[in-house]
């Protein structure tokens, strides 16, 4: 099964609206990341989590590894924000491999 | 945000023929990934190096994939004889340490005809 999942897959928000992104793991997650995935495939790194949270601007995330889930919230959404977002996992068993969760594709609308 | 840079930025490449990319790490990093979107957005971990070192590789990339991170030199990844399978989004990463926040380039995108 699924070592990391994520969702909604997919999210349409108005521009100026909140939302939130979720990923849960089935693996013993000790680091998350999340990533947005721009039209040109590039991957930009949003955050780098130990158990915790961290924000940014109008992004926030928390990572809770006891209850094994992070989330990834957005206030204020704006256009540019639009994309796919990707969590991904450290796992105890292999320090070398990341777990990337499906992605949530974020369109923001006028 | 990243100053991972890959290239080419696609690549065509017909079944059977050897098809190569490149990534320089950002500077200063000494740990680089390869990783396999495809394209329903399915990460694969093919292989790591600490400087020129492999720490880890997948079963698959000990069979068609090569790949190296000589110094001074672009890291490379090499598929011997491509297959239709093979066409995906290749990303490259580097890190200061381990998966400690990961910088990823743009991708090259292969597709294999």
């Known amino acids: 099964g699924d070592k990391v999942k994520q969702s909604p897959s997919a999210l349409s928000l108005q521009e100026g609206t909140n939302s939130a992104l979720r990923c849960n793991f089935s693996?013993?997650?000790?680091?998350v990341q999340w990533f947005l995935q721009n039209p040109r495939g590039s991957l930009i790194n949003l955050f780098y989590l130990v158990p915790g949270t961290k924000e940014n601007g109008r992004l926030k995330s928390a990572f809770d590894s006891k209850e094994s889930y992070s989330t990834l919230h957005i206030r204020d959404a704006q256009l540019e924000d639009s994309g796919t977002y990707f969590c991904a996992a450290e796992a105890r068993s292999n320090y070398n491999v990341l777990y990337f969760g499906s992605g949530t594709k974020l369109t923001v609308e006028p | 945000n990243s100053k991972v840079i890959q290239t080419p930025r696609y690549l065509v490449k017909g079944q059977g023929q050897k098809a190569k990319m490149r990534c320089i790490p950002e500077?200063?990093?000494?740990?680089v990934f390869w990783y396999q979107q495809n394209k329903n957005n399915e990460f694969k971990f093919l292989i790591n190096?600490?400087?020129?070192?492999?720490?880890?590789q997948i079963d698959m990339t000990e069979k068609r994939f090569s790949a190296e991170c000589p110094s001074n030199s672009p890291c490379s990844l090499e598929i011997q004889s491509s297959e239709a399978g093979d066409s995906a989004l290749y990303l490259c990463?580097?890190?200061?340490?381990?998966?400690?926040?990961?910088?990823f380039g743009h991708g090259t995108k292969l597709s294999v005809l």
């Open positions: 990463a580097s890190s200061l340490v381990g998966n400690e926040r990961l910088f």
């Open positions: 693996i013993a997650a000790t680091t």
């Open positions: 500077k200063g990093h000494p740990v």
């Open positions: 190096f600490q400087n020129q070192e492999v720490l880890q």
